[in-house]
């Protein structure tokens, strides 16, 4: 089974900082992109940044500038750097692996982490 685990979240002040990170588990072969999303209470599930095996890399337009997603040192490994933080900012964020490709295992799935909640406030 595939698992994906978040750290990282937490409270912060308006303008701070918090580095999520992401690990992805189970056998992998291989992973077409990783990324991260989030959902405040009341809306939908949003895109706020995804990085491809090759490097590609996207960003909603809300988070450009102030967000910076990167592969880790370790494989399978996904970070989300925030700075500038808002308090629109808050809420749930997910982990996402898309094309994943295990090993012995025909076919591709996607897969999501627990979430780990972030709040901006003072």
């Known amino acids: 089974q595939v698992q994906l685990v978040e750290s990282g979240g937490g409270l912060v002040q308006p303008g701070g900082s918090l580095r999520l990170s992401c690990a992805a588990s189970g056998s992998i072969f291989s992973i077409d992109a990783m990324g991260w999303y989030r959902q405040a209470p009341g809306k939908q599930r949003e895109l706020v940044a995804t990085?491809?095996?090759?490097?590609?890399?996207n960003y909603a337009e809300s988070v450009k500038g102030r967000f910076t997603i990167s592969r880790g040192n370790a494989k399978n490994m996904v970070l989300l750097q925030m700075n500038t933080l808002k308090r629109e900012d808050t809420a749930v964020y997910y982990c996402n692996a898309e094309g994943v490709v295990r090993m012995f295992i025909a076919g591709r799935g996607d897969y999501w982490g627990q979430g780990t909640q972030v709040t901006v406030s003072s």
């Open positions: 990085i491809t095996s090759s490097g590609r890399i």
